[in-house]
């Protein structure tokens, strides 16, 4: 299938000027007459969407987006590394990643400005085509600004070409509100002028992209008119504020019916379907499989990666987003014949994120085997398939394999892990009983996988990956090296089985007996030093197909997918007052999606429609997304109340108000006459 090329604009000038016949000589052709042809103009669209990359491609949109929130902790709180990530520690307006993302969303404004201000200049261009185009810039300029006032709150609001008026000297803020103006009015232009479809173009938005992001935009913006002024940094009160002088504002019910109008839209329009359970699988395991990612049903708006052609920013090296949910494998797994930097598991030295305990058991809710149901200790590693609810298995590795033919665990390693070592010495001193602590494993090679697996991973199927490259295959229980469940384990139980083994503390707060009890977790010391770094690692953003190499995936990164619509429809129907048993039902049909069908009574019990139950929710089924702080700002939840409650809050900070808004960056403020009158949001 085809996707966005992207053409550099210099590339593209420099090209059309060595086309150029006229006798005056040009070494750069003015963008008057680049965007006036329609090869410019184009590559000016597709310049609309590059800057996706730096928000969903590399590592700069994950703590902007994803941490500082109830979801996620980082290695430490003080160490180098990501800093700002852990819950907004250490924000100051030098921060990078705050800069980058605040460029790309500014630069991508400035394209889709520019494509607005030329759709009349370009004559070779049919009109309906231009009209399409013209949608596309229209929708990237509203999706942008969505970001920018979530991010960074009344800014500057621009939509005019600096081809029209030239470089600003002062800057001035606009409302919330009136940014708000200009996201909806940016998105219905395009709700009206998108095609439905955009053929094989993947990542192009289209009407539906267009609905989904009204949708989005409408919900998110009911916040603005609930009344959070009143106690800052504690629970929002649910409260419509109506009338603002001079000014038109909308209730929060008004705000969640045009939401529910939208995802209604999205919902209903024939273009999107959830993959359906069955009885050996859920919809929602068979949508995060690599073959889906390509073709999925149920992505809406994605930035698309070229696999084929490297036709993408920084060409091969994408899909590095994954890598940094990853848990670092040198640290431990490796004594276990896991491989530090397999094609699956990534590079152990990019290792960052790591769940926190609210995720890994109060989201997923893990539920005991028979034999242990009435203990807060499982000592059986099939407990997860006593779980109705899929999504923990489809958005984690829990289970790492051995990717050599065997691995024999030293003596040493065994004892120093808390092993029973009366049972496994036996194996050191008896022949032939060697299997008790070697553990076997799977294929290795890409033609071996080529051979035996036709089909299962794109770059060794055509010859393009690396022989040297080592590729983990999973479901196979003899060759499992390192297992790190989201329950906690039994040591004694942990202390026979050949491969390392880390579980959640137990629940009631009491330490388990035994070294070999868990790995870190909200900031707490491991009960073994060594597990410190243990933890579930992202499957879900890094399917086995399209992975190249340990760095590169060419995974496509799905932005909105339908799942998201259908809990933001459930979430505004509470807001409204109205269409309740409607929200309902698509709060189950999520809930469904994510059990096998013979599970399916099962996974819906307990459900309820409220915010605190749709806030776990959106974790289950959005986690790592890029959502997760939209969320709780729009529920009110970013707060101290919420995120200094246990589990949460991973190294104790006190939640301050004023990470509500990112600050302003340092490189902005020092490129405008009036940095004091703009200010830095507080930082």
């Known amino acids: 299938m085809k996707k966005i090329t992207y053409i550099a604009i210099a590339a593209l000038l420099a090209s059309l000027s060595a086309c150029d016949i006229d006798e005056v000589y040009k070494t750069q052709l003015d963008q008057d007459v680049v965007y006036t042809t329609t090869a410019g103009y184009d590559g000016l669209i597709n310049a609309c969407y590059e800057n996706l990359y730096y928000m969903y491609g590399k590592e700069d949109g994950i703590p902007m987006m994803e941490m500082g929130t109830d979801l996620w902790q980082n290695g430490s709180a003080t160490s180098a590394a990501w800093k700002e990530c852990v819950n907004n520690y250490e924000w100051n307006t030098e921060t990078g990643v705050n800069r980058v993302v605040w460029n790309a969303l500014y630069a991508t404004i400035a394209y889709c400005n520019t494509a607005i201000f030329y759709q009349n200049e370009c004559p070779a261009y049919d009109p309906a085509a231009m009209k399409a185009k013209v949608a596309e810039a229209h929708f990237m300029r509203g999706f942008s600004y969505f970001h920018v006032v979530e991010q960074w709150g009344g800014v500057t609001l621009t939509t005019t070409s600096m081809a029209e008026e030239g470089a600003r000297e002062y800057a001035y803020r606009s409302t919330e509100d009136e940014i708000y103006d200009q996201v909806i009015s940016d998105l219905m232009i395009a709700y009206s002028d998108l095609p439905e479809s955009q053929g094989q173009e993947r990542g192009r938005a289209n009407k539906y992209a267009a609905a989904a992001m009204l949708c989005k935009a409408w919900i998110q913006r009911s916040r603005l008119e609930r009344d959070f002024a009143e106690n800052p940094d504690g629970k929002s009160k649910w409260v419509s504020v109506i009338t603002n002088e001079g000014h038109v504002k909308y209730s929060a019910a008004q705000c969640a019916d045009s939401a529910f109008k939208y995802a209604q839209i999205v919902i209903n329009s024939g273009k999107y379907q959830l993959y359906p359970s069955d009885e050996t699988s859920s919809g929602s395991t068979k949508e995060w499989l690599g073959d889906n990612n390509k073709a999925n049903s149920e992505f809406i708006f994605l930035e698309a990666i070229d696999h084929e052609n490297g036709y993408n920013p920084e060409v091969w090296n994408r899909g590095r987003t994954r890598q940094y949910y990853m848990m670092n494998i040198g640290s431990q797994a490796s004594n276990f014949g896991v491989q530090g930097d397999g094609i699956r598991y990534g590079r152990a030295n990019t290792s960052r994120v790591h769940p926190t305990l609210f995720l890994l058991h109060d989201c997923f809710d893990p539920k005991p ?45 065994l004892k120093s892990c808390g092993k029973d070592t009366t049972y496994f010495w036996d194996a050191y001193q008896t022949s032939g009983m060697e299997s008790r602590y070697t553990i076997t494993g799977n294929i290795v090679s890409p033609e071996q996988l080529r051979a035996n697996y036709s089909g299962y991973n794109y770059y060794a199927d055509n010859g393009t990956m690396a022989s040297t490259e080592v590729i ?11 297992y790190t469940p989201n329950f906690p384990v039994d040591s004694a139980w942990c202390a026979r089985k050949k491969y390392l083994v880390a579980g959640l503390p137990s629940l009631d707060g009491a330490i388990n007996t035994g070294i070999f009890a868990y790995f870190q977790t909200n900031g707490a010391t491991a009960k073994e030093s060594n597990y410190r770094s243990l933890s579930p690692s992202l499957r879900k953003l890094s399917p086995l197909k399209y992975i190249m190499t340990n760095q590169q995936s060419l995974n496509d990164f799905p932005i909105i997918r339908l799942t998201d619509i259908y809990l933001l429809a459930a979430e505004a129907s509470i807001l409204s007052g109205s269409h309740q048993s409607e929200g309902l039902e698509y709060l189950k049909t999520v ?27 959106r974790a289950r089924e959005l986690c790592a997304e890029n959502w997760r702080w939209y969320d709780l700002k729009r529920m009110g939840l970013l707060t101290a109340d919420y995120l200094n409650a246990p589990r949460r809050n991973v190294y104790g900070q006190s939640y301050q108000t004023k990470w509500r808004v990112r600050p302003i960056p340092q490189q902005m403020l020092d490129q405008i006459a009036n940095p004091d009158e703009y200010g830095t949001n507080g930082y």
């Open 591 to 617: 809930r469904r999606h994510a059990a096998k069908s013979t599970n399916e009574a099962k996974i819906l019990e307990g459900v309820e429609l409220t915010i605190d139950y749709l806030a776990k929710e």
């Open 369 to 413: 085997s028979e034999t242990d149901v009435n203990s807060t200790i499982y000592c059986d590693d099939k407990s997860r398939e006593w779980t109705a609810d899929t999504r923990f298995d489809d958005s984690f590795y829990y289970k790492y394999f051995i990717s050599s033919g065997s691995f024999p665990v030293p003596y040493s390693i």
């Open 472 to 482: 983990e295959l999973e479901n196979k229980p003899a060759a499992l090296g390192c």
